[in-house]
C-alpha cells in the first residue's frame, strides 16, 4: 500500500511538472525548519528496537551487520530522495500533507485515502 502510495505521489508529480514547472534551486538545509528534522528522524528509524534483538538470534553475525546497514542506508536514500522529488515537483505549496491536499479529488486518490484508514483500523492492535 505504501508503494502504491508512492507511485500515485510520483506519477501526479510528474504531471504537475509537466504541466507548469520553473526551476528552482532547494536548500539542502532548510535554516528555519531544520530542527523538526530530528523528530523526523526518530520517527523514520523507531523500529531499530525490534531490530537489534534479532541479533542475538542470528547465526552469522557479520553479516547481519551488513544487512542492518544496507536497509538503513537504503531507506536513508529513499526517504531523501522521495521528499526532495516532492518539494521539486511542489515547490512551496507543501504546507500539509500531500495525499489530502496537493493530490487531485480523483479516484485513485480516494481509493488511497480508504486503504489507508483500513490499514489503521488493523494495525491499530499492534
Known amino acids: 500500500m505504501i508503494v502504491l502510495t508512492v507511485i500515485v505521489c510520483i506519477v501526479y508529480g510528474i504531471l504537475h511538472i509537466e504541466g507548469d514547472f520553473h526551476p528552482k ?3 539542502v538545509i532548510d535554516t528555519t525548519t531544520y530542527t523538526d528534522a530530528i523528530g523526523f ?3 523514520a528509524y523507531e523500529g531499530i528496537g525490534l531490530i537489534l534483538p534479532v541479533r542475538e538470534i542470528v547465526q552469522n553475525d557479520k553479516d547481519y551487520r551488513k544487512i542492518v546497514q544496507a536497509v538503513i542506508l537504503t531507506c536513508a536514500i529513499l526517504y531523501i530522495s522521495f ?3 516532492c518539494i521539486i515537483a511542489w ?3 507543501i504546507n500539509s500533507p500531500l495525499i489530502t491536499d496537493q493530490l487531485p479529488k480523483t479516484w485513485d486518490v480516494w481509493v488511497i485515502k480508504i486503504l489507508f484508514a483500513i490499514n489503521l483500523v488493523f494495525s491499530y492492535p499492534l
Open 25 to 27: 534551486i532547494v536548500p
Open 41 to 43: 528522524s526518530v520517527y
Open 83 to 85: 521528499g526532495y522529488f
Open 91 to 93: 515547490e512551496e505549496d
